[in-house]
């Protein structure tokens, strides 16, 4: 069971890394179009979006495996994990910035730790598991009556 349990954490993490690589990608394709129509902070917004719907439609349906079709709540969900991920990653960025005064270090480990908040927030929050049979989300509470 435990074996079963980790070989499927691997594929989440697999499948998570590869969709961020290519929402990144996506995002980075579309700034660089954008930028030929409208102003540099408009484009990077608009590429952001699109690389999000993107990440969030193939994460919910390929990595986490969710059939529930998406609702106000799971998609608000994903994007208070997405401000939770951008604020880890620039903190992180900042605060190791600030101690080594160098670049490539804190960029690389506030990407690991934004990594981290995304997919542990995806996982457990966002696209939470149902109980078999009930409907009821991991976690949550249903009043009867």
Same mark, same amino acid.
């Given at each position: &069971?435990?074996?079963?349990?980790? +070989?499927? #954490? ?8 590869? %969709? ?5 990608? !996506?995002?980075? !394709?579309? $700034?660089?179009?954008? =930028?030929?129509?409208?102003? *540099? ?6 590429? &952001? !979006?699109?690389? #999000?719907?993107? @990440? $969030? %439609? ?11 079709? #998406? ?16 604020? @880890?990653?620039?903190? *992180?960025?900042?605060?190791? $910035? @600030?101690?080594? /005064?160098? +670049? =490539?270090?804190?960029? %690389? =480990? ?11 927030? /995806?996982? $457990?929050?966002?696209? /939470? +598991? ?10 949550? %509470?249903? @009043?009867?009556?």
């Amino acid at each position: &069971m435990k074996r079963i349990l980790r +070989k499927e #954490s691997l594929r989440e993490i697999f499948l998570f890394v590869f %969709i961020g690589g290519c929402s990144t990608a !996506i995002d980075f !394709i579309l $700034y660089l179009v954008f =930028l030929h129509a409208v102003n *540099v902070v408009i484009a990077k917004g608009a590429s &952001m !979006i699109v690389a #999000s719907v993107f @990440s $969030y %439609i193939l994460n919910k349906t390929l990595t986490f495996k969710v059939r529930k079709k #998406s609702d106000t709540g799971m998609v608000v969900r994903f994007y208070i994990v997405f401000v939770l991920n951008l604020l @880890s990653n620039v903190s *992180v960025n900042w605060l190791f $910035y @600030s101690l080594l /005064q160098t +670049k =490539l270090v804190p960029f %690389i =480990l506030a990407t690991a730790a934004g990594m981290a908040v995304n997919f542990l927030g /995806q996982k $457990y929050f966002v696209f /939470q +598991k149902t109980h078999a049979g009930t409907g009821n989300v991991a976690g949550e %509470i249903r @009043s009867s009556g």
